[in-house]
Every structure is written in structure tokens, then in C-alpha cells.
């Protein structure tokens, strides 16, 4: 299994705040993603990234931002906290050559914004 | 929005039989793939099947893939309680993309 870790694991917060989720990898995977996960939605793209400093939106990109200054951080940032930002949010990996698009999936966050 | 569906929703069968999970998407595609998730967990690569392939196995996996029908189904053969898990679908954008979409997945649950 690639090796990512998310952290924190589990997080509770104040509508308002701001909240950095870390996804760290040692694989040395080119793109990196943030999806969240809530019933009866799946799992939807944030943002995701192709290279260091190369980033760009999914599909539920609004209120979140992202950076990649190393090739194995990629942080997710909720500028300000809402109550509908309550999720799961997963981080993924991909190597990204022929035969390689599989994607490696982290352990998740739990968000709970009061 | 969705481009893969799961259907059914949720699965419950005895151990030992065959369970079987379909999908269904709206646009060309280069690959399919399946992935897993146990409860609380992240989710797992099961199998890819290209848009050139019809059928892959692997070990009690089989996949099934009709691009004239935009469909895919995964049979899981000789279930085991251990198999109990939601089971997703993704597809990427075709024309280069990378990015997956997943579906909502199917819930699976094996009864010993």
C-alpha cells in the first residue's frame, strides 16, 4: 500500500474558524487529491493537484483551498468553517504512468464543525 | 455530478453466494475501475478494466465492462463475510484526464 497518512484523524471545530487538513505521502506520486465523503453523495473532488505549486478545482471547490509546496504534503484548507462542511474527507494519490492510474486512498478525516 | 451509478444501493446475501454489482455511466471513457471501503476506512483499488477490454479476473473478482452500453458489473463469487464492504465504481473523463468520479456506491453485506 502507498504510504499516506492524514492528519489530524479526527477533528472538532467552531463554525468560523479556519481548518488545515495534511495529507502526507511517501510514494513520491506526481498528482495528489482531497474528495469528501457524505451520504448519499459519494465521493466528490475538492481540489487536486499535478505537481508542486500546481493545483486546480473539482467539483465542490468553494470554501476550501488547497497547497503543495513539497511533493509529499498536500494541505486543504476550509478558510471558514460551516456547519455543511461537516464530512469526511479523504485524501488519494496517483502515480500517474501507463498502467499506474489507480489511486491510493489515505485513512480520512472525521469534520465535525459546530 | 455522478458520471458512474452503483446499483442496487444495498446487497445482503448468505456466504458462499455470488454477489454481483452493476454501473452504469454517461460519457466516453479510457478505464473503469472498482474500489473498496470497509467500514471507516479508505477506500482500496480492486481491479481496472480499459474501454478495449471486455472481461478481467481477478482471483474471485470478475469484471465485465459494455462501452456500447455504458456499463460495468463486478461479481464477487463465493462471498465471504469478510467481503462485507461498500463497493464504488469510478470512471475517469476520457480525451487524457486523470481525474476519477465516483459513484455512490453499493453497501454489501455478507451474512455468515
Known amino acids: 500500500d502507498a504510504g499516506i497518512t492524514q492528519s489530524p484523524r479526527h477533528k472538532v471545530t467552531e463554525t468560523g474558524t479556519p481548518v488545515t487538513l495534511r495529507c502526507h505521502q511517501t510514494?513520491?506520486?506526481?498528482?495528489m487529491y482531497w474528495y469528501r465523503q457524505d451520504p448519499g453523495h459519494g465521493l466528490r473532488l475538492i481540489h487536486y493537484s499535478y505537481g508542486v505549486k500546481d493545483t486546480d478545482k473539482g467539483e465542490v471547490s468553494d470554501g476550501y483551498s488547497v497547497s503543495r509546496s513539497k511533493t509529499e504534503d498536500f494541505l486543504l484548507t476550509l478558510e471558514s468553517a460551516t456547519s455543511s462542511q461537516t464530512s469526511v474527507y479523504f485524501c488519494?494519490?496517483?502515480?500517474?504512468?501507463?498502467?499506474?492510474?489507480?489511486?491510493?486512498f489515505g485513512p480520512g478525516t472525521r469534520l465535525l464543525v459546530l | 455530478s455522478q458520471q458512474g451509478e452503483e446499483d442496487p444501493q444495498a446487497l445482503s446475501i448468505q456466504e458462499g453466494e455470488n454477489a454481483t454489482m452493476n454501473c452504469s455511466y454517461k460519457t466516453s471513457i479510457n478505464n473503469l475501475q472498482w474500489y473498496r471501503q470497509n467500514s471507516g476506512r479508505g477506500l482500496v483499488h480492486l481491479i481496472l478494466i480499459r474501454s478495449n477490454e471486455r472481461e478481467k479476473h481477478s482471483g474471485r473478482l470478475r469484471v465485465t465492462l459494455d462501452t456500447s452500453k455504458k456499463s460495468s458489473s463486478l461479481l464477487i463469487t463465493a462471498s465471504r463475510a469478510a467481503d462485507t464492504a461498500s463497493y464504488f465504481c469510478a470512471t475517469d473523463a476520457g480525451a487524457g484526464s486523470y481525474q476519477l468520479t465516483f459513484g455512490k456506491g453499493t453497501k454489501l453485506s455478507v451474512i455468515p
Open positions: 510514494e513520491n506520486h506526481r498528482y
Open positions: 488519494a494519490t496517483q502515480k500517474l504512468a501507463r498502467g499506474q492510474e489507480t489511486q491510493y
